[in-house]
């Protein structure tokens, strides 16, 4: 495909009142990136000149988005002096002859998708879909099977209201369109906003034909509450899950388990109910068990859970870690930990066993500290490991034992341990029995 074909405008300058939030409608995360990550990852498929429109919220919006991407406009709307999708349009140059104007809050949009919109010559393009419940969209007036006109949900007359046609948010314009109708647009409407949707009505009355394109939901969704939101991170997660499926993964109760964007499976991977993969994790050959958490690492050949925890920037290879377990910032290679224990900024080396209960204490109240465990050492249970510290190779930690910091020699046994009193017959005088 020739991606200078076509030039993508991203309207993400609305304030997305419907949301009640705080935050810019369009930097609501789905699948642990901002609505708009997705939007501008499905464009840049098939275009080389992407603009997004900001207003409302415009440095945390470019810097989120300059974060992931390098080479997008960004085009500032009078949103003042003329607000609506209309007046967003105002402002832009795109460099090729034919746009795509997509919506901000259609995370769920792919190139594949979009390719309707690519492939006619007409004038314009607008994407509709038919829905049982059109709230909060505008109605698609046809007649005789040509589109007439968009009427916004606030200025509908009842009998509009009933339409179920609805415009899905994206359309394809050639640039002189473009060109002609944006600057005639006006606010006279019952949100005093400039409306792009004004434009299909002005075209069709100088004799223009408006191709409609059917759409779905599941692509072309719009977010305009935090239970579109939700049910938009829904589909979304069937799509990844779907993928990593269909590459091989096998998935027990996949509905609920929660993949981000961003997560990688390589190999013959086998995940339980309950689990969440985070960030960048990559996991190869592995079987993640029930509950389990990963965030930010990677798993290579190892056995995780069930109920464990990794934390951002673990690394385990051969390695086993079970329930209650958490892992932060550590690399661990054929380790085992079986049972309730925190290992953090902690390298701990093949054919060590670390005992129930173990804890690398890590923070003194101020900074951060490591913990070096060499190999085949055997970490017995309940043991607090005070880093900054180094265990050696060949090294026995007893039960219940407290290490300073410092450095235990290699092939040693460290034990601290107060020696143990019996008193005969005290549960007998204590209670009186
Ligand atoms: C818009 C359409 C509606 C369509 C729906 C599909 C108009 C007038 N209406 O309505 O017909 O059914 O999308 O989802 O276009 N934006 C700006 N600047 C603004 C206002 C909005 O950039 O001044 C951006 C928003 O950030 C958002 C997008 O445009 O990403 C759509 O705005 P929104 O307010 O959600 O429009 P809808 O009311 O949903
Ligand atoms: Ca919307």
């Not at 005070?386 to 026995?396: C, K, Q, R, S």
Request: hydrophobic share 40%.
């Amino acid at each position: 495909m020739n991606k200078n074909n076509i030039s993508i405008v991203i309207l993400a300058a609305g304030k997305g009142s419907r949301m009640k939030s705080s935050k810019a409608k369009v930097l609501h995360s789905i699948s642990g990136k901002p609505m708009l990550y997705h939007i501008i990852k499905a464009s840049k498929e098939i275009s080389n000149d992407i603009s997004i429109v900001v207003a409302h919220q415009q440095e945390a919006v470019i810097e989120q988005i300059n974060a992931f991407f390098d080479d997008i406009h960004f085009v500032v709307q009078d949103a003042e002096n003329f607000p609506g999708t209309g007046g967003a349009m105002m402002n832009i140059k795109p460099k090729n002859e034919k746009v795509l104007v997509l919506n901000g809050d259609m995370p769920l949009i792919t190139a594949q998708a979009l390719q309707g919109f690519l492939t006619t010559q007409d004038d314009i393009i607008m994407s509709i879909f038919d829905l049982e419940n059109p709230d909060g969209y505008g109605r698609v007036i046809i007649e005789n099977s040509h589109v007439q006109k968009i009427v916004e949900q606030k200025d509908a007359t009842a009998n509009e209201l009933k339409v179920t046609t609805v415009n899905a948010g994206i359309y394809a314009f050639s640039k002189n369109i473009l060109n002609k109708y944006i600057p005639l647009l006006n606010n006279d409407n019952a949100q005093a906003e400039y409306y792009l949707t004004d434009v299909i009505a002005m075209a069709k009355a100088d004799g223009l034909s408006i191709s409609p394109l059917l759409v779905d939901e599941e692509n072309f969704k719009g977010i305009n509450s935090k239970l579109d939101l939700a049910h938009a991170e829904e589909i979304m997660q069937n799509k990844i899950k779907a993928k990593w499926m269909n590459a091989g993964v096998i998935m027990q109760l996949p509905s609920t388990i929660y993949i981000e964007e961003g997560v990688v499976f390589e190999g013959e991977c086998r995940v339980e109910n309950g689990c969440r993969f985070t960030g960048n994790t990559l996991i190869i050959d592995s079987d993640i068990k029930a509950h389990t958490i990963i965030e930010d690492s990677v798993v290579k050949n190892s056995h995780v859970g069930p109920l464990a925890h990794l934390r951002p920037l673990s690394y385990l290879e051969n390695t086993h870690i079970g329930n209650f377990v958490e892992v932060k910032e550590s690399t661990l290679k054929g380790v085992k930990a079986g049972h309730l224990s925190y290992l953090g900024n902690a390298q701990i080396d093949e054919g060590t066993n670390i005992g129930a209960g173990t804890i690398t204490c890590n923070y003194d109240g101020i900074k951060k500290h490591k913990t070096i465990i060499g190999k085949n050492v055997f970490i017995g249970s309940d043991s607090q490991l005070i880093a900054p510290l180094i265990i050696e190779d060949d090294v026995m930690i007893a039960a219940g034992t407290t290490l300073t910091s410092g450095k235990i020699e290699k092939g040693s046994l460290a034990i601290s341990r107060e020696k143990l009193r019996t008193i005969k017959d005290f549960y007998y005088k204590f209670f009186g029995k």
